[in-house]
Each structure stands twice: as C-alpha cells, then as structure tokens.
C-alpha cells in the first residue's frame, strides 16, 4: 500500500521560503511519477510541479517556473518542492502524487492518471 505523507507547510511572508517534503513508503517507486498539486479555497487542484522517480524528468505549471524547484531523495524515498519568491496566490493546500504514468510529460501533470496521494499541507503567503 503506497503511502505519501507531506510536511513543511506554513505561513510565510511574501517573498519567502519554505521547502514541502513528500515522504513516500509502501511500494517500490521505480517507474513512478511522482507530482505536487495545489487547491486554493473554491477553486480546482491544479499542476505545479512533477518527477520522474529517476529524476530524468522534471516540468512545471507556468505559474512556478523559476521559483519553485522539484527534486528527490531516493535513499530517503522523500521528494521535495522547495518554493522560493513564494506570493499570496501561491497559498493553498499543497499535495503530492505519485502512480506509476506511461513517459509522457502531458500525463505527469494530469491529475486523474495519479492514483495515490498525500493528505495535504497548507501553505499560506501574506502580502
């Protein structure tokens, strides 16, 4: 059973910092894509940043590139998403992904094709 567990949410101020940890168990992820989702109040879960369990393949939604950075541990089987510049509309609740996805970049950052997900954590940017 895949278990994936977030942590390092939080409230910072506009223009800071903060690293969100996906710890992952239960399985092993080679072949996985592993991806991170947000859900700000009202609106829809949408992409923000994906891997593959190899590293060889990383994306980001337009509205992150150059501020946040996806990257893995596989000794630790943990993934992060360090978020810098982070802005008020960044706030949201932040969930990892991961399934087992054919190589296609397209797929990574569709939802539907993640089967397993983390509880979520909140992050929230004051202005």
């Known amino acids: 059973q895949v278990q994936l567990v977030e942590s390092g949410g939080g409230l910072v101020q506009a223009g800071g910092s903060l690293r969100l940890s996906c710890a992952a168990s239960?399985?092993?992820?080679?072949?996985?894509?592993i991806g991170w989702f947000r859900q700000a109040p009202g609106k829809e879960r949408e992409f923000v940043a994906t891997?593959?369990?190899?590293?060889?393949?990383?994306y980001y939604a337009d509205s992150v590139k150059g501020r946040f950075t996806i990257s893995r541990d596989s000794a630790k089987s943990t993934v992060y998403l360090q978020m810098n510049s982070l802005k008020p509309e960044d706030t949201a609740v932040y969930y990892c992904?991961?399934?087992?996805?054919?190589?296609?970049?397209?797929?990574?950052?569709?939802?539907?094709?993640?089967?397993?997900w983390g509880q979520g954590t909140q992050v929230t940017v004051s202005s």
């Open positions: 891997t593959s369990w190899s590293g060889a393949i990383t």
């Open positions: 992904a991961a399934d087992r996805i054919p190589d296609d970049i397209i797929l990574f950052t569709r939802r539907e094709y993640y089967g397993y």
């Open positions: 239960g399985h092993t992820f080679s072949g996985y894509a």
